[in-house]
């Protein structure tokens, strides 16, 4: 399988623990973004990197939230103190920049489902 | 701040039926929009991307419209079949520096057998 993939799937935790999640991209693209999507919303945008440069941040990103991409290839996304508002679907997704048109389009993982207790 | 909305929420429509989804976006000055298809509890599936210059995409029964002066995107499902059935989503992309999809809530569609 040669599409992103994202582990764990799941991951229930009590409040106030550490998470974190991961993110393998699809291998030649160099751009790799976060969202978070909540039931019955689409997703939204959390942190884009381009390589192993983290390019932008929203401001959903509280200081609690750290992604990081130290190779330029595989990103991890933790979350400290977790509360039970950051229950959600983590959802990493890839993009190849330059290049045809076909290669702005972006390319999801199956996301990671968090449940905060 | 850009806006992305789909109506309707949802739609339930019976096999066979040809069927349109409505995306609409407040700013005009979009690099491009995606439509996704996103099954419960799963990720998102591209279907069809738009660039700026472009008037409408195609991919098998999926065809894609984009009126970036009215602020608008449809996407049109001919023959629909019960696998049809999930979430769609429209994206925008803006142009500057950002990178960023802005996604519509979504529309449920149900094709029901």
Redesign the interface.
Known sequence: DTGVSQNPRHKITKRGQNVTFRCDPISEHNRLYWYRQTLGQGPEFLTYFQNEAQLEKSRLLSDRFSAERPKGSFSTLEIQRTEQGDSAMYLCASSLSGGRAAGETQYFGPGTRLLVL | KQE?TQIPAALSVPEGENLVLNCSFTDSAI??L?W?RQDP??????LL?I?SSQREQTSGRLNASLDKSSGRSTLYIAASQPGDSATY?C?V?LYG??????????TLLAVQP
């Open positions: 992305v690099y491009n995606q996704f509890g799963k990720g998102l599936t591209s991307l660039q989503l994206a992309r520096a950002t990178n960023k999809l802005i996604f519509g809530t979504g």
